[in-house]
């Protein structure tokens, strides 16, 4: 057995890196777009989703430890008060999550870590309820 000490591989990694993130970003907002379950989370967004794409998509990978592009582009910016403008209810909190939840289904992720990620984005965004 090797006696060189392995750093534990990132979530970024595990995951399988940008495309994956990229892949799962896109389901979820093409879910968002054509799906009318997720009506009222449409209504709140901007009419062209393209920008959130490429946001969401940033601030996951330096969020699960991948290039963290979106932070430095973003200094300071904290996911949670950038919330604190947008009118979120429990219902389209529960609309994300639902969206979400499907698209992490629908990307293929490991298990163990799709169950880490689902259960950080439902306490984030049960604090982003008003
Ligand atoms: C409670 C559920 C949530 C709702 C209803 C929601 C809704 C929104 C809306 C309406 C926007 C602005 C869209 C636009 O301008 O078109 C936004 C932006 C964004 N959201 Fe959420 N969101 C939720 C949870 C989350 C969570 C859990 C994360 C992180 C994992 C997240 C990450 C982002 C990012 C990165 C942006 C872009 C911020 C920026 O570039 O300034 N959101 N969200």
């Known amino acids: 057995m090797s006696e060189t000490a392995q ?3 990132l979530p970024y990694e595990v995951i399988g890196g940008r495309p994956v ?19 009222a989370l449409r209504q709140i967004h901007a009419p062209d989703l393209a920008p959130m794409r490429r946001s969401l998509t940033g601030f996951l990978s330096g ?11 973003n200094p300071g910016r904290c996911v949670m008060s950038a919330h604190a403008p947008i009118p979120i209810t429990a219902q389209t909190a529960a609309q994300w999550m639902a969206a979400m939840g499907q ?16 259960t950080a984005f439902g306490r984030m965004s049960a604090s982003m309820v008003r």
């Open 7 to 9: 750093a534990p591989a």
């Open 103 to 118: 698209a992490l289904d629908d990307a293929g992720i490991d298990p163990d870590l799709k169950t880490q990620i689902r």
């Open 21 to 39: 993130v990229q892949r799962l970003v896109d389901r979820f907002y093409d879910l968002m777009d054509e799906d009318p379950a997720y009506l």
């Open 63 to 73: 969020w699960l430890g991948g290039p963290r592009d979106w932070f430095e582009a």
